[in-house]
């Protein structure tokens, strides 16, 4: 079977961290979408993104295809009703097409899609704003917990450490490494994955996740529901965020309620507000709208597209969207809404020349033994002609 994730109108709400990815490669949980699909499916996927992103995550149109919703995170109920699929029959929820089984090898057409689809009771998480990446992620980390541990053993946890909860809900995999470490699974598991890292003096309450080779530094806080991707570095303290894969908070500061993007860096006391002076709802920036709509959230900090970095001592105010490629750094609280290619602060802004920004991701990349290549560099400046018109 040929299986394709779809991304629908909801992409818009999802920027600016889907300016450069399809929204099922965000991360919630332990796992990206896409990865949870694959678990699920037991193979790779393809997409049906925005025509800008093709050449990067491609599609594999089949005469026997089931189109699946990028922005759903897979459950047994759902994976039992998509196998179960005639040709030309889905299933929705509303509005919304959850799956669709095609014998045409071209694109899914929506609106066509539903009519033929009938309605399923079946509960599922799902991304509808950028800030339930980090609102849903307690439950996406349990149940990524329990997909991805089921039947398998732990790798030792040194001695050095302190465990208050279920020792049973701290996993570490092959390479993980953490010493004199308060561990806390009274609210939910800890995975380490292959090759992480919890250096000494750090406190971590779950539910929490650390990727692949990223790392806590020293003395490092952490209060979950949080995540931190592959490659990432983090330190300080954070509150309930995600951090994508290969950002760096490298040092103290305080972020919360908040979603980092890819190769994002956070300068040395860098912290950003979660919450109101007057404990009202949070607002935020909607680029659909093109205008703050509220999120109806007491606690919401800063959402970061891919590729932004921040100068020390930045102040985020609450409710603050950064974009694509800005470059921040001064005094005093920047702008709540910074497009992407800004560069600037508080004193003002000014378009961050797209071959001065590669020429730092080129540097940026090259920390990590890898290059921006051709498709990555022709997306980004994609983005960049797209979003003139709000610097």
């Excluded at 380490?192 to 003395?219: C, N, Q, T, Y």
């Excluded at 992407?340 to 508080?346: M, N």
Aim: aromatic residues 10%; charged residues 20%.
């Amino acid at each position: 079977m040929n299986y394709i994730l779809f991304d629908d109108h909801t992409w818009q709400n999802l920027l600016p961290l889907t300016f450069t990815k399809p929204v099922a490669e965000i991360r919630i949980g332990i796992l990206t979408i896409t990865e949870k699909w694959e678990h699920y499916l037991n193979g790779k996927l393809t997409f049906q993104t925005q025509d800008y992103l093709n050449q990067k995550y491609k599609a594999s149109y089949t005469n026997n295809a089931v189109f699946i919703n990028g922005k759903i995170c897979p459950t047994p109920e759902l994976l039992a009703q998509i196998n179960n699929l005639e040709f030309n029959t889905g299933i929705k929820k509303g509005n919304t097409l959850i799956a669709f089984r095609s014998n045409i090898a071209s694109p899914l057409n929506i609106g066509d899609a539903l009519t033929s689809s009938v309605e399923t009771t079946t509960s599922y998480t799902s991304l509808e704003n950028v800030w339930d990446i980090f609102s849903k992620n307690g439950d996406a980390i349990k149940a990524d917990f329990e997909l991805i541990t089921r039947g398998r053993t732990s790798q030792p946890l040194s001695t050095s450490n302190t465990v208050i909860g279920d020792a049973k809900q701290i996993f570490l995999e092959e390479g993980a490494v953490v010493e004199a470490t308060i561990l806390n699974t009274n609210a939910g598991p800890i995975y380490i994955a292959k090759d992480a890292e919890i250096m000494e003096g750090s406190v971590v309450r779950g539910p929490f996740s650390l990727g692949e080779h990223a790392a806590l530094k020293l003395s490092t806080k952490i209060y979950g529901p949080t995540t931190v991707g592959p490659h990432s570095k983090v330190g300080g303290e954070v509150n309930n965020s995600v951090i994508f894969a290969y950002s760096n908070k490298g040092h103290d500061g305080f972020l919360g309620n908040s979603v980092i993007g890819e190769w994002c860096n956070l300068g040395a006391d860098t912290n950003n507000s979660n919450l109101k002076n007057n404990y009202g709802n949070v607002k935020l920036y909607n680029y659909s709208q093109d205008k703050m709509i509220d999120t109806g959230l007491q606690f919401c900090g800063l959402i970061m597209g891919d590729h932004s970095k921040c100068g020390i001592n930045t102040m985020f105010n609450t409710g603050t969207v950064v974009g694509v490629g800005a470059n921040i750094f001064g005094g005093g609280f920047p702008p709540t809404h910074i497009p992407s290619f800004s560069w600037g602060g508080a004193d003002g802004m000014e378009e961050y020349k797209f071959d001065k920004m590669i020429e730092t991701a080129n540097r940026v990349y090259a920390r990590r033994n890898l290059t921006v290549d051709a498709v990555e560099k022709d997306i980004l400046e994609t983005v960049f002609k797209k979003t003139e018109g709000a610097r």
